[in-house]
């Protein structure tokens, strides 16, 4: 079975500096995908970042980027130049590629303060 | 429409209630997932549609639980005779699921918070 850890409960970071979430995972299978998710007070999931397994290059979207270390199972998330509006939980998450939708298997979440 | 919806937002019910949970995917979207997010966790998978089809109910965590998606669009979940334990959020996503989409992104309604009292 798949396993998702988030080891950190809660992060803190000042506006306009940078705070990298980690994220491990464990599994046997080559091909899969990985995701950053963030959910706001008002508990409505929002994709924010996505890895193909097999890419090399890691996703950056914006503000957001990922360090994707395959052999090491590890899938980081560096927010720069952060902003009030980032503070939310952030769960790292995992789905099999099964060439259709799969299953997501969640961390256990990061609570990200932003402080002025 | 414009994202997953899901109805209620809040639900309250005596241990021993039977409730239904709605969800409105978005249109078109073929896959839909329903998960079961306990106070300060994760989303657990609960069960996963293809069209009508339930093709996994394997986190279904008790034949109390029961969900059905018959005509291929919006879906129910049901659980009957609610225990405490059953207290948490509930989440709907949809997908489009077909082999042109390449990561088969998940959209989330915001969730209906069920409370058994």
């Known amino acids: 079975a798949q396993t998702v850890t988030q080891s950190q409960p809660e992060m803190s970071v000042q506006e306009a500096e940078t705070v990298t979430l980690s994220c491990t995972y464990d599994?046997?299978?080559?091909?899969?995908?990985l995701f950053w998710y963030k959910q706001p007070p008002s508990r409505q999931m929002i994709l924010v970042i996505r890895q193909e397994a097999y890419k090399q290059q890691n996703a950056t979207e914006n503000r957001f980027s990922v360090n994707f270390q395959k052999a090491a199972k590890s899938f980081s998330l560096k927010i720069s130049d952060s902003q009030l509006g980032d503070a939310a939980m952030y769960f790292c998450?995992?789905?099999?590629?099964?060439?259709?939708?799969?299953?997501?298997?969640f961390g256990t979440g990061t609570r990200l303060q932003v402080t002025l | 429409g414009a994202g997953v919806s899901q109805s209620p937002r809040y639900k309250v019910a005596k241990r021993g209630q039977d409730v239904a949970l709605r969800c409105d995917p978005i249109s078109g979207h073929v896959s839909l997932f329903w998960y079961q997010q306990a106070l300060g966790q994760g989303p657990e998978f609960l069960t996963y549609f293809q069209n009508e089809a339930q093709l996994d109910k394997s986190g279904l965590p008790s034949d109390r639980f029961f969900a059905e998606r018959p005509e291929g669009s919006v879906s129910t979940l049901k659980i009957q005779r609610t225990q405490q334990e059953d207290s948490a959020v509930y989440l709907c996503?949809?997908?489009?699921?077909?082999?042109?989409?390449?990561?088969?992104?998940?959209?989330f309604g915001p969730g209906t918070r069920l409370t058994v009292t």
């Open positions: 996503a949809s997908s489009f699921g077909q082999i042109v989409t390449i990561s088969y992104e998940q959209y």
């Open positions: 599994t046997s299978e080559s091909d899969y995908y």
């Open positions: 998450a995992y789905s099999l590629n099964t060439g259709t939708a799969s299953k997501l298997t």
